[in-house]
């Protein structure tokens, strides 16, 4: 299997692996070989199979944390979220000054739903990279949802309610939101300059309108279509 692995035969070096791991031979090259073979040949199932073993028999070896990384990567290419966060500890050292494992990361809790955990990340993440889009998307809408909410609620109250009490409430929470709404601008605009997608375009248009800048928004709105 190595000497095949050797001629660049990634298949005949699998079968010959695959073989001698099922006759119970065992070794760390053996589970090093399989996931550079499964990863080249995009066999993420596989790849992920031989980086449990790698870990499972050999905690001590030399490239245990790099097996670690890889295989937080391939729970999370395969959204096994929460074996994500089972070995998260083994590299979080290493992942505080590494962005794209933090980004990583913020991916796996905002899919569990942790979100006082990803505003945190998202933070640190932009101190790393400020350029980083998963942090700055999380950052964008952070923002205009908090605001937004708070906006659609206080309207719809005021709808529902037109004394010069409640109008006065309105003016007072209005004066609130308006920073937050351009907190989140500031992060969509930096988000749609990295990455102009037309679902950013269209946020950034609604921001604009909340802001009554109606020209604004318009020009985002057509970028949005």
């Known amino acids: 299997g190595m000497a095949a692995m050797e001629l660049d035969e990634l298949k005949k070096a699998r079968d010959y692996l695959e073989t001698a791991e099922y006759l119970e031979f065992s070794s760390p090259r053996l589970y090093a070989t399989l ?31 790099a097996m670690t990384v890889r295989l937080f990567e391939t729970y999370l290419e395969s959204e096994q979220w929460e074996k994500a966060t089972e070995i998260w500890p083994e590299i979080e050292s290493q992942a505080q000054s590494d962005a794209e494992l933090l980004a990583g990361y913020l991916t796996v809790n905002k899919n569990l739903e942790n979100d006082a955990l990803c505003n945190k990340l998202s933070d640190q993440i932009l101190e790393l990279d400020p350029d980083n889009t ?29 004394t010069t009490s409640q109008y006065d409430r309105l ?29 950013y375009a269209e946020y950034i248009g609604n921001i604009y309108k909340r802001l009554q800048e109606e020209d604004k928004a318009d020009h985002y709105y057509e970028k949005a279509e």
């Open 35 to 65: 996931v550079e073979i499964n990863k080249t040949v995009d066999n993420l199932s596989k790849e992920i199979n031989a980086l449990e073993s790698y870990r499972e028999k050999y905690p001590d070896e030399e490239k245990i944390n």
């Open 134 to 162: 998963i942090a700055l998307e999380w950052n964008a809408k952070r923002y205009f949802w908090e605001a937004e909410d708070v906006y659609v609620k206080e309207m719809k109250d005021y709808k529902n309610n037109r």
């Open 171 to 199: 003016l007072n929470k209005l004066d609130e939101v308006y920073p937050t709404f351009e907190k989140s601008l500031d992060y969509f605009l930096k988000l749609y300059e990295v990455d102009p997608k037309p679902k």
